[in-house]
Structure formats: structure tokens, C-alpha cells
């Protein structure tokens, strides 16, 4: 990568990039994208795959009401409630 494609970049990404540091930050994404060559060159022919988060099952609990109706309790604290609905200041013309 040289420093067009690094302010090409910068301005696509919408980041600031001084003159400055457009060489150092080349260098550095060049740097990865070499570390990336060097992974993708090794041999993984025969290698089992490590476990994966997506093969584990996740517990669940039952779905059951744990809590009491308190709609009236709450609603009668509420500044404004009609019909079992909260009342809001309109904001909207």
C-alpha cells in the first residue's frame, strides 16, 4: 500500500489521516496484510477444526410468569394513564 490508497482510505472510512502519517499508517496496514499472506501460506491439510461457541447448546430456563399484575399500582403513580394506556405529551406536529 502507498500513501494514495492510504488517503483514499481515510477519506472512504471517514477518518483523518495528516500527511504526517499516511507513511507510518501504510506501512503498518502493509505490515498486517503481510502477517495475513504468511497464515493464509500455512499448510492446515489434515487439521481438526477447535471448538466453535455456535456448536454449544445454551440452558434455558422455563418460560413461567415469575411476577404479579401491578398495572394499576404503577399506573396510578403515572402523571397521566386513561384505559389501562399511558398518556404522553404529543411532539410530534
Given at each position: 500500500?502507498?500513501?494514495?490508497d492510504?488517503?483514499?482510505?481515510?477519506?472512504?472510512?471517514?477518518?483523518?489521516?495528516?500527511?504526517?502519517?499516511?507513511?507510518?499508517?501504510?506501512?503498518?496496514?502493509?505490515?498486517?496484510l503481510?502477517?495475513?499472506?504468511?497464515?493464509?501460506?500455512?499448510?492446515?491439510?489434515?487439521?481438526?477444526?477447535?471448538?466453535?461457541?455456535?456448536?454449544?447448546t445454551?440452558?434455558?430456563?422455563?418460560?413461567?410468569?415469575?411476577?404479579?399484575n401491578?398495572?394499576?399500582?404503577?399506573?396510578a403513580?403515572?402523571?397521566?394513564a386513561?384505559?389501562?394506556?399511558?398518556?404522553?405529551?404529543?411532539?410530534i406536529?
Open positions: 500500500m502507498d500513501r494514495s492510504i488517503v483514499k482510505l481515510a477519506e472512504l472510512a471517514r477518518i483523518e489521516v495528516t500527511d504526517a502519517t499516511a507513511d507510518e499508517v501504510a506501512k503498518s496496514i502493509t505490515d498486517v503481510n502477517l495475513v499472506d504468511q497464515l493464509q501460506a500455512a499448510d492446515t491439510d489434515g487439521v481438526a477444526p477447535m471448538a466453535h461457541p455456535m456448536d454449544a445454551q440452558r434455558l430456563r422455563a418460560d413461567e410468569v415469575t411476577e404479579t401491578q398495572r394499576e399500582a404503577f399506573q403513580i403515572a402523571p397521566a386513561e384505559a389501562g394506556l399511558y398518556l404522553v405529551p404529543k411532539v406536529d
